[in-house]
């Protein structure tokens, strides 16, 4: 069994830094593709970014690119979402999910397409 566990949430001041970490247990790591999501109260929970199995190839919803990088450590097994220049609008339970045997691309935003979620951690940026 996939689990997830999120660390490295907290407060920031607008302008701040954090980097979130995902670690995975259960399975072998470097075959997963890995996604960050998040959630902000009373909304729906929305897509942020995924990382293929090496690596080598990423994606980020478009309103975050330049601001925040996924990257991977398999040797770690671990999973971060370095976020930058924070805004009070990236409030949120910000969680990792994984998903295996999915061609890179297909339907990686949607939130179904992960069966494995970690608990969430939360990012509050104060203004």
């Known amino acids: 069994q996939v689990q997830l566990v999120e660390s490295g949430g907290g407060l920031v001041q607008a302008g701040g830094s954090l980097r979130l970490s995902c670690a995975f247990s259960?399975?072998?790591?470097?075959?997963?593709?890995m996604g960050w999501f998040r959630q902000a109260p009373g909304k729906e929970r929305e897509f942020v970014a995924a990382?293929?199995?090496?690596?080598?190839?990423?994606y980020y919803v478009d309103s975050m690119k330049g601001r925040f990088t996924i990257s991977r450590d398999n040797a770690k097994n671990t999973v971060y979402l370095q976020m930058n220049i924070l805004k009070p609008e990236d409030t949120a339970i910000y969680s990792c999910?994984?998903?295996?045997?999915?061609?890179?691309?297909?339907?990686?935003?949607?939130?179904?397409?992960?069966?494995?979620w970690g608990q969430g951690t939360q990012v509050t940026v104060s203004s």
């Open positions: 999910a994984a998903r295996f045997g999915r061609n890179w691309g297909d339907s990686l935003t949607r939130k179904i397409e992960y069966p494995y």
């Open positions: 990382i293929d199995w090496s690596g080598g190839r990423t």
């Open positions: 259960g399975r072998t790591f470097s075959s997963w593709q």
